[in-house]
């Protein structure tokens, strides 16, 4: 009896790839050859036992087919089982060499972009800031400004990154120096101030809320303005009507504007600018965001004819001095006279112990500073990391009190690269051009920033810290945990890749999880 002889994997697998070669010659390759090349696709010789070889090629057939627009219309088709044989077929020889030889590409390091920033802030300091008052736009790329390779760091943008260091460590701690500043809220010209506006208390028509940060405790000023003509009119004097100011839902403001006095004063005399001093008022403010609501009380209907036309003047015209009176734009300018720092919800999450006594201070100094790098950082702390920390937080504590030392030291955070910057630590024993795993502390970020486009929770860093991250149970119970986190409805970009990914492993990654592989 003969021995059989061995037959080599590319003849074995030659007949199982017959009638797919069968279903491309009859149906593809009239069109996708060398002679006419039509959309750059060469499918008459295309090499079907080496697929994954070429995936990005393989990857553009699969598209096709499964949108069902190959072969075009009016031209013969395969039945739908044996297109989707061929396609499933072809997904699953590209995932099976991915998943065998994975690719995950390079993770870069990441700087922040303002959004991320931003959010960041919120969850380590609990201030809530406008990232656009801070930082400029970000560059994007096919339609995100989260991708790495674009997210430079100019020296403009580093003197920008320091300076909104500077002057959210002072609001975070209620600096005692913070000057007088003016914000000014606009209302949306396109808004429709006829009616109830959400938001502001019921019995009001048209307005504005705005959720203001009062630095510190002490006096503040809010200063109206009316829509005005082109004429610098204001507009809807003709009848009375009372302005109202509140301040976390309590009025704190009432003016009266409108009427004969006042309407003959703008039409006739031209008297208009006395009405910016009377809008005006100067009340005190404990520190911390409160609402401010501006809106004018509703009148009865009965009072006159705009409910039989109530869309008559619903839009602006520049120069017509009647109808209802309009919101233009709200500034608060303070604080003055301040009386101290107060009791806000960022003093509160970073002053997590307050000194009784000169000897308790750097103990607590400690305490404070390990909880906010730790977060900041994204990792848990070496010696030298608590040790340059200190060392503002010392210098501070020399020019002033112990406030001033942690403020300084909450600078030194947040401007340090390692929170400005997502960095990804490499294993000391990887081999080169060989995939590892990411590192617990690695994965925590990847997926915070992922799910919530912000820094880690405690819970996320604890178990990265225990090792327990990468247990898959544990993996789907945090992200199901994050999922249900208002944190993930309030994300700038849900679900972003959160690097930037070569185009043959985005194309797997897209068709694969649904969540990214956690490996390199």
Same mark, same amino acid.
């Given at each position: 009896?003969?021995?059989?002889?061995?037959?080599?994997?590319?003849?074995?697998?030659?007949?199982?790839?017959?009638?797919?070669?069968?279903?491309?010659?009859?149906?593809?390759?009239?069109?996708?050859?060398?002679?006419?090349?039509?959309?750059?696709?060469?499918?008459?010789?295309?090499?079907?036992?080496?697929?994954?070889?070429?995936?990005?090629?393989?990857?553009?057939?699969?598209?096709?087919?499964?949108?069902?627009?190959?072969?075009?219309?009016?031209?013969?088709?395969?039945?739908?089982?044996?297109?989707?044989?061929?396609?499933?077929?072809?997904?699953?020889?590209?995932?099976?060499?991915?998943?065998?030889?994975?690719? *995950?590409?390079?993770?870069?390091?990441?700087?922040?972009?303002?959004?991320?920033?931003?959010?960041?802030?919120?969850?380590?300091?609990?201030?809530?800031?406008?990232?656009?008052?801070?930082?400029?736009?970000?560059?994007?790329?096919?339609?995100?400004?989260?991708?790495?390779?674009?997210?430079?760091?100019?020296?403009?943008?580093?003197?920008?990154?320091?300076?909104?260091?500077?002057?959210?460590?002072?609001?975070?701690?209620?600096?005692?120096? %913070?000057? *007088?500043?003016?914000?000014?809220?606009?209302?949306?010209?396109?808004?429709?101030?006829?009616?109830?506006?959400?938001?502001?208390?019921?019995?009001?028509?048209?307005?504005?809320?705005?959720?203001?940060?009062?630095?510190?405790?002490?006096?503040? %000023?809010?200063?109206?303005?009316?829509?005005?003509?082109?004429?610098?009119?204001?507009?809807?004097?003709?009848?009375?009507?009372?302005?109202?100011?509140?301040?976390?839902?309590?009025?704190?403001?009432?003016?009266?504007?409108?009427?004969?006095?006042?309407?003959?004063?703008?039409?006739?005399?031209?008297?208009?600018?006395?009405?910016?001093?009377?809008?005006?008022?100067?009340?005190?403010?404990?520190?911390?965001?409160?609402?401010?609501?501006?809106?004018?009380?509703?009148?009865?209907?009965?009072?006159?004819?705009?409910?039989?036309?109530?869309?008559?003047?619903?839009? %602006?015209?520049?120069?017509?001095?009647?109808?209802?009176?309009?919101?233009?734009?709200?500034?608060?300018?303070?604080?003055?006279?301040?009386?101290?720092?107060?009791?806000?919800?960022?003093?509160?999450?970073?002053?997590?112990?307050?000194?009784?006594?000169?000897?308790?201070?750097?103990?607590?100094?400690?305490?404070?500073?390990?909880?906010?790098?730790?977060?900041?950082?994204?990792?848990?702390?070496?010696?030298?990391?608590?040790?340059?920390?200190?060392?503002?937080?010392?210098?501070?504590?020399?020019?002033?009190?112990?406030?001033?030392? %942690?403020?300084?030291?909450?600078?030194?955070?947040?401007?340090?690269?390692?929170?400005?910057?997502?960095?990804?630590?490499?294993?000391?024993?990887?081999?080169?051009?060989?995939?590892?795993?990411?590192?617990?502390?690695?994965?925590?970020?990847?997926?915070?920033?992922?799910?919530?486009?912000?820094?880690?929770?405690?819970?996320?860093?604890?178990?990265?810290?225990?090792?327990?991250?990468?247990?898959?149970?544990?993996?789907?119970?945090?992200?199901?945990?994050?999922?249900?986190?208002?944190?993930?409805?309030?994300?700038?970009?849900?679900?972003?890749?959160?690097?930037?990914?070569?185009?043959?492993?985005?194309?797997?990654?897209?068709?694969?999880?649904?969540?990214?592989?956690?490996?390199?």
């Amino acid at each position: 009896m003969q021995a059989a002889t061995p037959q080599s994997p590319a003849s074995a697998r030659a007949p199982a790839l017959e009638p797919h070669r069968a279903l491309l010659n009859q149906y593809c390759a009239g069109c996708h050859n060398e002679r006419l090349k039509t959309a750059g696709l060469l499918l008459d010789k295309a090499d079907l036992a080496r697929v994954p070889e070429n995936a990005e090629l393989w990857e553009k057939v699969v598209r096709r087919l499964r949108a069902g627009t190959m072969p075009p219309q009016g031209l013969p088709r395969p039945d739908n089982a044996r297109v989707d044989a061929f396609a499933t077929w072809l997904e699953t020889s590209i995932d099976q060499a991915a998943k065998a030889n994975p690719n *995950p590409g390079r993770a870069l390091p990441h700087r922040l972009n303002r959004a991320e920033y931003a959010n960041a802030v919120r969850d380590l300091l609990a201030l809530d800031v406008d990232p656009a008052q801070l930082l400029p736009s970000d560059d994007e790329s096919y339609g995100f400004d989260n991708i790495a390779d674009v997210l430079k760091l100019s020296p403009v943008l580093l003197e920008r990154y320091l300076s909104a260091a500077w002057n959210l460590s002072r609001l975070a701690v209620g600096d005692p120096g %913070i000057q *007088p500043a003016t914000a000014t809220y606009r209302v949306r010209p396109d808004l429709s101030q006829n009616d109830h506006v959400d938001g502001l208390p019921l019995g009001t028509q048209g307005g504005i809320m705005v959720r203001h940060n009062f630095p510190l405790d002490g006096e503040y %000023i809010i200063k109206v303005r009316l829509w005005r003509t082109t004429q610098d009119q204001p507009r809807g004097l003709e009848e009375p009507h009372k302005l109202e100011v509140t301040l976390d839902s309590a009025r704190v403001f009432l003016a009266s504007i409108g009427g004969k006095e006042d309407y003959d004063a703008v039409v006739k005399k031209f008297e208009w600018q006395k009405f910016d001093d009377r809008l005006t008022v100067r009340i005190p403010v404990h520190a911390g965001p409160r609402q401010v609501g501006v809106a004018f009380l509703q009148q009865s209907e009965a009072e006159n004819d705009l409910a039989l036309q109530p869309f008559l003047r619903s839009t %602006i015209d520049p120069v017509d001095y009647s109808g209802l009176p309009h919101i233009d734009r709200v500034t608060i300018s303070g604080p003055f006279n301040s009386t101290g720092s107060g009791d806000t919800p960022s003093r509160r999450q970073v002053f997590t112990c307050r000194p009784a006594s000169a000897s308790d201070e750097l103990p607590c100094a400690k305490q404070i500073v390990s909880a906010l790098a730790r977060r900041a950082f994204r990792r848990q702390l070496t010696a030298n990391d608590m040790e340059t920390l200190l060392g503002y937080y010392q210098k501070g504590r020399n020019k002033g009190t112990f406030d001033t030392g %942690i403020e300084m030291a909450i600078r030194a955070i947040l401007a340090d690269p390692e929170f400005v910057t997502r960095f990804e630590s490499t294993p000391p024993n990887a081999a080169a051009n060989v995939a590892y795993r990411v590192s617990d502390p690695d994965l925590a970020s990847r997926l915070s920033f992922f799910l919530w486009s912000s820094v880690p929770d405690d819970e996320l860093l604890n178990l990265a810290a225990q090792g327990k991250l990468n247990d898959p149970a544990i993996l789907q119970q945090q992200v199901r945990r994050m999922l249900a986190d208002p944190r993930f409805g309030s994300a700038g970009q849900e679900l972003r890749q959160p690097v930037a990914l070569s185009a043959q492993s985005s194309e797997h990654h897209a068709r694969s999880a649904g969540v990214p592989r956690f490996r390199r």
